[in-house]
């Protein structure tokens, strides 16, 4: 689990091949590592990773077939630029919101336009991710935890402000470029346990309701 709020911005030192799949060299920058062992996560560009080996400036991950199937890792190269975040621990201080680093889709930047001292960006979203984004609820964009401003007819709008901007990739971002996007990971189990899925219809009815002293 992460919280989105970004600790470290890294770069690929390498992207390698592997038997179908893909090994990463990551530079991590000014993130600290001394608490970090074989086995541990940390998330990339929103992208939880497993360390499977550790360098004093940086670590190794592999990367399957799935993640690059719904990720842009597979573009990745050396140079490019990557936010970091270590797993959360028990003492955290949540100052994001609940980030479990399993990336839904990927989305578009359609605008970008300078609003005072922030970043205005209009997102577009995969149409089956869209109903899991709220005005004014949280998103996570390549890593970062992020507020909606306003739901748009394509995805949202949100403001980068200076900090943000400073600390994380995302002042890299022109109009045309790809993002990782993680919904709310609780509009994804509420919409589990109310049944509403493509498969499958909501139990929960007005009848339903009345029947257990909800609804008169």
Not at 51 to 72: I, K, N
Request: hydrophobic share 40%; with cysteine.
């Amino acid at each position: 689990m992460f919280t989105g709020i970004i600790e470290a911005v890294g770069s690929i030192s390498s992207a390698r091949a592997e038997q179908g799949d893909v090994r990463l060299r990551i530079h991590t920058g000014s993130l600290d590592l001394d608490d970090v062992k074989l086995g541990d996560s940390i998330a990339t560009n929103g992208v939880c990773l497993t360390v499977v080996a550790c360098h004093g400036d940086g670590f190794e991950a592999d990367v399957s077939r799935e993640s690059l199937a719904h990720t842009r890792i597979g573009q990745w190269s050396a140079g490019t630029r990557v936010n970091l975040e270590k797993a959360m621990l028990p003492t955290t201080r949540m100052g994001g919101h609940i980030v479990s680093g399993h990336v839904d889709g990927v989305g578009t930047i359609r605008k970008r336009e300078a609003d005072a001292r922030s970043i205005r960006f209009d997102v577009e979203v995969p149409a089956e991710l869209r109903r899991y984004i709220a005005a004014k609820g949280s998103v996570t964009v390549d890593g970062v935890s992020l507020t909606t401003n306003a739901l748009t007819a394509t995805g949202f709008s949100l403001n980068i402000v200076p900090h943000t901007a400073q600390e994380t990739t995302l002042a890299d971002l022109q109009a045309g470029a790809e993002v990782h996007l993680e919904v709310d990971v609780i509009a994804r189990y509420l919409e589990q346990l109310l049944g509403h899925t493509q498969d499958q219809k909501s139990q929960i009815t007005p009848a339903f309701l009345a029947e257990n002293g909800f609804w008169k």
